[in-house]
């Protein structure tokens, strides 16, 4: 297997190292106080209306000096290094309605939010349900288990923080464009398996096609760009699906490296995600992780955050296997999981 016969190596902001991020931390981004005061008025104006947030547009969030500062993110975001943590709003741990008003509307401002699983939340409650990946339709955010490097499937991933858990819970970062680099120097025939299709378990959230798998190659060239996606226990767990073969032995051996590779502290960020601050990630040129954590006891809370699945304007081009994850591959419509016969909602409260 030579080089010549793989995608080109990825050049530019998006292919980052921890020593890039660390040299240069212009991906944090301090709201002032008017701007906080600014996004909070838009939040309870809509409250003031008591509607339900679903009901909710753009333009029911006006953010006169906000909004160009948002279209920064989304440019840093699709064309920069791929990720931006946002720091200045309070924690709204004790005030879910404002807490989602106010992601919600943010959201709304810098894309179109979709579904994050079979029923059909346009907001997503991450925290533990004590529940456990041994049921093989459990998904890790609903668990306080390690995620391991993955993407999500939409554009871009957001999540604000409410609460930290007693231990543990730290986000990590890796670029996936420096993780295809590193294997295409080093080991381009196992890179080759991964530009080849494979099977990922929908975990039970069955879309119109009607199967409890897709599949896709973890890494993808079109039209010029390469984008990844991959969740590395339900690509691990589709075998147990009628229909799905085993892996290979050349799968196993190239999805180990992919994870060694993410894993690396050479060339990842892990940081803690403190309570107010938001976080958006580019899912095509990222991985993202989350450790393992203790929570705090019944009476002291839980680890709590929000989470957003935004299709974004302006968005790459997306080649059409792409669709039997995302939906559809048209910018600004695409990506989230839509089960049949379930309706988009925003539920204030974890359910």
Not at 90 to 111: H, K, N, R
Not at 219 to 237: D, I, K, N, Q, T
Request: include cysteine; proline fraction near 7%; hydrophobic fraction near 40%.
């Amino acid at each position: 297997m030579t080089t010549n016969e793989l995608p080109p190596e990825v050049t530019g902001p998006s292919a980052w190292t921890r020593a890039d991020i660390e040299a240069d931390e212009s991906w944090r981004v301090y709201l002032t106080d008017d701007q906080t005061a600014e996004i909070e008025a838009a939040a309870a104006a809509w409250l003031a209306t008591e509607r339900d947030i679903a009901e909710m547009t753009a333009e029911d969030f006006p953010l006169p000096t906000v909004a160009p500062l948002i279209g920064e993110w989304n440019r840093e975001l699709l064309n920069g290094r791929g990720f931006v943590v946002i720091t200045g709003l309070p924690s709204y741990a004790d005030d879910l309605a404002m807490a989602a008003a106010v992601f919600y509307g943010l959201g709304l401002v810098m894309g179109v939010p979709r579904s994050q699983n079979g029923k059909g939340h346009l907001l997503g409650h991450v925290c533990d349900l004590g529940l456990s990946t041994v049921d093989g339709d459990v998904r890790i955010y609903q668990t306080t288990e390690r995620q391991n490097y993955h993407t999500d499937s939409c554009d871009v991933v957001g999540l604000m923080s409410l609460r930290k858990a007693r231990s543990g819970g730290e986000s990590g970062l890796v670029s996936s464009m420096t993780v295809f680099n590193e294997m295409r120097r080093r080991r381009p025939d196992l890179l080759r398996e991964l530009t080849r299709f494979m099977y990922t378990d929908r975990r039970g959230e069955v879309t119109k096609d009607g199967l409890p798998y897709f599949r896709q190659p973890i890494f993808s060239w079109h039209e010029g760009y390469l984008s990844a996606l991959y969740a590395p226990h339900y690509v691990r767990s589709a075998p147990r699906l009628e229909g799905v073969p085993d892996l290979t032995d050349a799968q196993h051996v190239a999805l180990d490296l992919l994870d060694e590779l993410a894993d690396d502290p050479k060339l990842n960020v892990e940081f803690m995600l403190e309570p107010g601050e938001l976080l958006f990630v580019h899912n095509h040129t990222i991985f993202h992780d989350r450790t393992a954590y203790e929570d705090w006891g019944p009476d002291e809370g839980r680890r709590h955050l929000l989470r957003l699945w935004l299709a974004i304007p302006g968005a790459r081009p997306l080649p059409d296997w792409y669709a039997a994850r995302f939906g559809a591959t048209a910018v600004g419509d695409r990506g989230g999981i839509v089960v049949p016969g379930v309706k988009a909602n925003v539920p204030v409260e974890p359910v």
